[in-house]
């Protein structure tokens, strides 16, 4: 993984910075062991590219985020080590700070490919949270960026 987050800092190109994070998001996938147990630098990096100038690793950003979500849920299912609740004792305090900064990029942002990919990933860490109160909260951020849509009259 230190690898991949050397290219993910690539400060020359944009499409360096885009395929490293593309293929964390596959090793999730498809490896989900491979989830580092130390979750809380490897979430801050994530949460640092959504901070990128290029839509594209912005958007990849949001898909390696839900994608590393799955995976420590999907981890945690196969391995029956840890309950659910274990589980949201590790990770509670990672679901609030996720989902507080995909509001916030996903209401700075009109770019559809980066909207649709949070939104993605906002759907899917909010639907394994085991925690109503993060839920309440997304939701009604949710409904103000949708009635400040509402609201908006081009010119």
Known sequence: MPHFWSLAKDKESAKVRYAAVVLMSRVFETCPSM????LRPLINRLLQLLKDNEQRVVSAACDCISTLFKAINTNCEKTK??????V???????YEKVA????????????????????HALRNILSICPDDNILETAIQALLTQLKQ???YTPR
């Open 35 to 38: 989830v580092q147990a130390r």
């Open 88 to 94: 949201f004792v590790c990770t509670s305090h990672f």
């Open 100 to 119: 507080k900064k995909l509001l916030e990029r996903s209401s700075k942002n009109s770019n559809i490919h980066v909207l649709t990919a949070a939104y």
């Open 149 to 151: 849509v509402c609201l």
């Open 81 to 86: 080590k840890l309950s659910p609740l274990d």
